[in-house]
């Protein structure tokens, strides 16, 4: 029961910061109002780390800076790391 709570919040989270990476990129695009970076970073610190690299990925949005690139993805592996940490442990 324990590992899909925690899965769950991590799917909310990545969820949310996918789709924060895509607006931003649409408003980047349309020169409209942006996501603040420290809202994405935000979002991808407290568990949406492999959604804000997907989406990163996947929309080509902010791949030239390097502090996303390698931010998101450390904070991806995190992400992974302790959910399989969880798995094995609360399975």
Excluded: C
């Amino acid at each position: 029961m324990m590992f899909l709570i925690i899965a769950g919040y991590f799917l909310a989270l990545s969820l949310l910061a996918f789709f924060m990476m895509l607006i931003d990129k649409k408003q980047a695009q349309r020169r409209g109002q942006r996501i603040p970076e420290k809202n994405l970073w935000s979002a991808a610190i407290f568990g949406g780390g492999i959604g804000a690299y997907a989406g990163m990925m996947a929309f080509r949005h902010k791949t030239k800076r390097t502090n996303f690139r390698v931010g998101f993805l450390m904070l991806a592996v995190i992400d992974a790391a302790i959910l399989v940490w969880s798995y094995q442990t609360f399975r």
